[in-house]
């Protein structure tokens, strides 16, 4: 039997951490689709704001 949600438990005492429900085939597409184009804008980036904005000299904008 396939369950919709899944547990994950806690390795310290065994409690349930949280519940999830599983995506769908339509959910991974649109979600897949908007971090292609999130990437796309990432990529386009100067190296510099890859890293969180620091600088070579340690220095932020």
């Known amino acids: 039997m396939t369950s919709s949600t899944f ?11 949280l519940s999830r429900s599983y995506a769908g085939p339509e959910e ?14 990432w990529r386009r980036r100067p190296p510099v704001a890859h890293s969180g904005g620091s600088k070579a000299d340690g220095s932020c904008d």
Do not use: F, N, Q, W
């Open 28 to 41: 991974i597409t649109e979600k897949l689709a908007k971090a292609k184009v999130a990437m796309a804008a």
């Open 7 to 17: 547990r994950v438990i806690s390795p310290i005492d065994g409690s349930e951490y």
